[in-house]
């Protein structure tokens, strides 16, 4: 049985020589940073103590001379940990690009495979009725047969693979072995067992192909996405609606409220809030103006845009996707290149074992049953159809795998690191308290002054007052026009009264103050309410977590996953109350996107498998660096989309815990697929030395083994929510 590969602790390093004043440490992670070897002894060099540092990064040796009286080993060791550690990503991204195979052969489409049975068992019929002698006489009428012809025909694809195994790989591989038997059956005179063999084997891969291609089918269908269009800003000053392909960089797009800025560049006029969730984390919008900085994916809330494009995304954004999972199967796991490699290192047993059965029995067909029986072909389907089958089975359920090796590092994670703002909260404030400053006013009342105030704008936390405001029964008193001061509030005339509502900033510049001292709760955003120059109430709103957060949090728990963080840009008060809500083990907060980053190596090199759910361009660099990179929400940027190993189209955080179950569901598949591939072809293998089963017969022992294994992973794509529970 195949176990799981611990996870390797790159930067970790160990002590392999210590003597007074000396220190020789190993780190594996070296051997990946072998262009900055030297800055890295440079670094180690700068140490308070150290006298000489060496790096050697083909053997991952580092050697220091220090002063014994200034630091001891350990102490040294730690901080030699720690200037590793900021070399981590480098290692990470260097060891995933060397890890990538080269392009393998494709599989056999259903329909080419569907025509090889039919050419087989049309040479199986009229080779016994209508054409049943060979065309040719002497030593080579056992090939000239035509179930032989049909043979040699149908085995040619697996002869150059067992040829190209042979010139790359100096050994010979599970074609070989395949063409050997078939060869010897035809030797023998045994023409319909090599066509049974070539069937059994077609049929088995059919059902492999099968699976492939209907997740295939299914990843397109779930990524016919609209590519999205902008309006470009014509030389003459008019405005066209063009497709996102006709937009380059140096064109200006016209952005208006409510729409998504569709490139990176710069604004060269207008004014407008800016919803930029997706990048910083924060759900409160900002202010944009001429010179700023604005990103695609964010939103303009209220107000008007002119953005001179610096960068544009383009149309195969998609397409990326759509080939990082086509090309799944060459994302291997660890287990399936284990599988693969195992499996070609038993195919000289069956060599050797027919060999010994010839020299001990001098019985052609029993030695040529150890050819027909071997491992390698159900050990490689027992792994790659059960990846691709789970594949298919999540994204029916809208969630996109781009790989099998983020099938096995899901099932063997012990950490899940958790974006807070539209991942595990949903991105749209509420209103969750109000304090009244003055006596003679109901809450309806002080709500009925800020729905006028906020009747007409698009702000998200006008939209909150209003839907509080129509819960609790209150409705705008009649007003004059709305104006919206950008990044400030909003006020109108209620009769001869001004309404003012917006943050402190707002107030203090217009004079408005509170009778009495205003109350402070960092946890939560104030919205201050004013009538002409007097505060009359402060409308605390919050971003809220999702529905079911605190069950898939609890579910991870169950499943086994030790531990739960919440890593946010925003404010570490927000943070604590989110944590709080949720159930998590703890939280970091006001993180910039490299630091979240730094939060998910810091914890793969303590040899933890890092899970990263998050939605936004913030996130990126961690979903890119953690052992599974996870993007959730329908509102996820193509960036997240991008950089992350799966991707969860819906805002259902139970999906966590449940692609967790699959995982965990598509392991144990595989594990007992290996056993039953071993079993029964161990059995095939003895019957076949001591016992007269025909040729035939051992072929379908055999090739039963494959098929049953190929069928155990098509349960996964029957598998519904839940049902990898236990």
């Known amino acids: 049985m195949v ?126 009725t209508l054409f049943p002698a060979p065309l040719l006489g002497g030593a080579l009428a056992n090939f000239s047969s035509l179930e032989a012809l049909a043979s040699l025909g149908l085995s040619a694809p697996m002869a150059k693979s067992a040829w190209e195994g042979l010139r790359r790989e100096h050994r010979p591989n599970a074609d070989f072995l395949t063409v050997t038997s078939i060869v010897a059956s035809l030797l023998l005179g045994n023409a319909h067992s090599a066509l049974m063999i070539l069937a059994l084997s077609d049929l088995a891969e059919l059902m492999t192909s099968y699976t492939i291609e209907r997740t295939r089918s299914s990843i397109k269908k779930m990524l016919s996405a609209d590519e999205g269009e902008a309006w470009k800003v014509m030389p003459d000053g008019k405005l066209e609606r063009r497709p996102m392909n006709q937009i380059h960089a140096g064109d200006t797009i016209a952005v208006h409220t409510g729409e998504k800025i569709s490139v990176d560049g710069k604004v060269v006029s207008g004014a407008a809030v800016v919803d930029q969730s997706p990048i910083t984390g924060e759900f409160v919008p900002v202010e944009k103006r001429e010179g700023d900085e604005v990103f695609a994916g964010t939103v303009v809330k209220s107000g008007n845009l002119r953005v001179q494009a610096a960068k544009v995304g383009d149309q195969t954004v998609i397409s990326r996707i759509v080939g990082m999972v086509e090309a799944s199967e060459l994302k291997k796991a660890p287990i399936q290149r284990y599988a693969d490699k195992f499996s070609n290192y038993l195919v000289p047993l069956n060599f050797l074992l027919c060999l010994s059965v010839w020299l001990v029995t001098r019985n052609p067909q029993k030695a040529l049953k150890m050819l027909v029986i071997d491992y390698s072909c159900g050990i490689k389907l027992s792994t790659a159809t059960a990846f691709s089958a789970a594949i298919n089975t999540a994204v029916r359920q809208g969630v996109l795998i781009k790989g099998g090796t983020f099938i096995e590092q ?8 958790l974006d807070k ?58 007003h004059a026009d709305v104006v919206t001061e950008v990044s400030r509030g909003s006020r109108t005339r209620v009769g001869e009264k001004t309404v003012r509502v917006g943050n402190l900033e707002y107030m203090k510049e217009n004079g408005a103050s509170a009778a009495s001292s205003l109350p402070a709760d960092t946890s939560m955003i104030p919205n201050y309410v004013s009538v002409d120059r007097e505060i009359i109430a402060v409308l605390y709103a919050m971003d809220s977590p999702r529905e079911n957060v605190r069950r898939a949090i609890n579910s991870l728990r169950y499943d086994g996953v ?126 076949g030395a001591a016992s007269g089963i025909s040729v035939m017969m051992s072929a379908l022992l055999h090739n039963s083994s494959t098929i049953l294994v190929v069928a155990n992973s098509l349960r996964l794509m029957f598998m519904k929510p839940g049902d990898g529970r236990h």
């Open 421 to 478: 703002t539209g991942t595990i909260t949903e991105g749209k404030p509420r209103i969750v308290s109000a304090v009244l400053l003055k006596d003679d006013m109901t809450l309806k009342d002080v709500l009925s002054y800020a729905m006028a105030a906020e009747e007409t704008s698009t702000h998200p936390l006008a939209g909150a007052i209003m839907r509080y405001g129509r819960q609790l029964g209150a409705e705008p008193l009649p």
């Open 562 to 687: 030790g531990d739960i963080e919440l890593l946010t840009g925003d404010m570490e008060s927000q943070a604590r109350v989110v944590a709080e809500q949720v159930g998590a083990d703890s939280y970091r907060a006001q993180l910039l996107p490299e630091q979240k980053a730094e939060a998910v190596l810091k914890l793969q090199v303590q040899g933890n498998g890092v899970v990263m759910v998050g939605d936004g361009i913030n996130d990126a660099p961690a979903l890119a660096y953690a052992d599974v990179g996870i993007s959730m929400g329908s509102k996820s940027t193509d960036i997240a989309m991008e950089t992350s190993d799966v991707i969860i189209n819906r805002d259902d955080p139970m999906m966590i815990p449940e692609l967790r179950r699959l995982a965990r569901a598509t392991m144990r598949i595989v594990h007992q697929n290996f056993a039953l591939v071993i079993a029964i072809n161990s059995v095939g293998l003895i019957l």
């Open 3 to 128: 176990g799981n590969v611990n996870q390797e602790e790159l930067m970790k390093s160990h002590v392999m020589h210590n003597l007074p004043g000396r220190l020789r440490l190993a780190a594996s992670g070296l051997k990946y940073l072998k262009e900055q070897s030297g800055e890295i002894a440079a670094e180690l060099a700068r140490l308070p103590g150290v006298r000489l540092a060496r790096v050697t990064a083909c053997t991952g040796g580092i050697l220091l001379q220090y002063d014994g009286n200034m630091l001891d080993a350990h102490e040294l060791a730690e901080q030699v940990d720690l200037v590793l550690a900021r070399h981590a990503m480098t290692a990470l991204r260097t060891r995933h690009s060397e890890n990538n195979e080269a392009p393998a052969e494709a599989p056999m489409t259903t329909a080419r495979l569907a025509k090889r049975l039919a050419v087989n068992a049309g040479a199986l019929v009229l080779g016994n």
């Open 410 to 417: 899901m099932s063997r994670a012990n950490t899940v690191l």
